[in-house]
C-alpha cells in the first residue's frame, strides 16, 4: 500500500467517526473503506495507541481525546483562543454564569474554550464537546448569517434532544430570522433540559468565525434574563475580533 494511500485511509477513518457519535465496528469500518476486518482492525488499533481514536466497552471505537488534543493546538494557531480568553475570563466573572467559545464544525458546534465562574459548583466541562446547531445558541448565531448554510440545516433533519427543541423546519427558519435581526440567540432548555443559554456572534472580515455563548440553570439563568445578558456577550465577542485584527498573522509552523 502506497503512502498516500495509508494516509487518504486514516483521514477516511477520522472523518467517519467523527460523523458516527455512536462509534463504528472493525466490520463497518472495514465495509466503508473496502478493506478486510483485519487490516481496519489494524488501523484502528494504531490510531487507538496515539489516542486518537478510543475502544468503548461495546469493542465500538469513536475519536478520542488525542483529537481535542490537536483540534486545540490548531485552534490556538489561528490566535482565537488566545484572543478571546481574557474577554471570556471577564464575562465569566461579571455574570457568574460559564461562557463557552465555539467554532462550526459542518452542522455542528464545536466548543473549543469555556470559562466558569470560580464560585460555581459545578463545571460543564464543554471543551472538545459537540451540539447540533439547531439546539443550541451558539450554533444559531453561527448559521444565521449564511443564507445557504440555512438552508442546510433545513434540509438535514432536525432532530431533537429535548421536549424543546426546534424540530420544525419553518420554526427553526423564522428564529434564524430573529437572530439576524437581533444580533443575538437564545437557547431554553432545546440542548439539555433545564439549561439556558444565550450567545452573540464573533465577526472578523464581515464573517463569522466563533461564537460566545453565556450558559446557566434555568432556576439560575431564568429565559427572561436573556435579553439582559446578550449585550454583554455582544461586548465581548466584539472585543475578541478587535484582539484578533490586532494580532499579526503567525508564521507556518515548520
Not at 478493506?35 to 495507541?49: D, E, F, P
Not at 475519536?63 to 480568553?85: C, K, N, P, Y
Not at 446547531?133 to 444559531?140: A, F, M
Request: glycine share 8%; hydrophobic share 40%.
Amino acid at each position: 500500500m502506497r503512502t498516500t494511500e495509508a494516509a487518504d485511509r486514516v483521514v477516511s477513518v477520522l472523518e467517519m467517526l467523527a460523523e458516527s457519535p455512536d462509534g463504528l465496528g472493525p466490520s463497518e469500518v472495514g465495509e466503508r473503506l473496502s478493506v478486510h476486518k483485519a487490516t481496519a482492525s489494524r488501523l484502528l488499533g494504531t490510531l487507538a495507541a496515539r489516542h486518537l481514536v478510543e475502544r468503548t466497552s461495546s469493542g465500538r471505537y469513536r475519536l478520542g481525546a488525542g483529537m481535542v488534543r490537536l483540534a486545540g493546538f490548531a485552534i490556538h494557531g489561528t490566535g482565537l483562543v488566545t484572543s478571546a480568553r481574557p474577554a471570556i475570563e471577564a464575562l465569566s466573572a461579571r455574570t457568574g454564569e460559564t461562557v463557552t467559545l465555539g467554532i462550526l464544525e459542518g452542522l455542528h458546534v464545536l466548543y473549543v474554550d469555556e470559562v466558569y465562574d470560580r464560585h460555581s459548583i459545578v463545571s460543564a466541562n464543554w471543551i472538545g464537546r459537540r451540539s447540533p446547531v439547531h439546539c443550541s445558541s451558539s450554533g444559531k448565531v453561527l448559521v444565521a448569517f449564511d443564507d445557504d448554510r440555512v438552508e442546510e440545516v433545513l434540509r438535514s433533519g432536525l432532530e431533537g434532544r429535548t421536549r424543546h427543541s426546534l424540530t420544525e423546519p419553518e420554526a427553526l427558519r423564522a428564529v434564524l430570522a430573529e437572530v439576524r435581526r437581533h444580533g443575538f440567540a437564545a437557547s431554553t432548555s432545546e440542548l439539555e433540559e433545564g439549561l439556558n443559554t444565550v450567545a452573540s456572534p464573533v465577526r472578523v472580515g464581515g464573517r463569522v468565525v466563533a461564537a460566545v455563548s453565556i450558559s446557566g440553570p434555568s432556576f439560575r439563568l431564568p429565559a427572561r434574563d436573556l435579553p439582559r445578558l446578550a449585550p454583554l456577550a455582544a461586548q465581548t465577542c466584539t472585543a475578541i475580533a478587535r484582539d484578533m485584527r490586532a494580532r499579526p498573522t503567525a508564521p507556518p509552523a515548520p
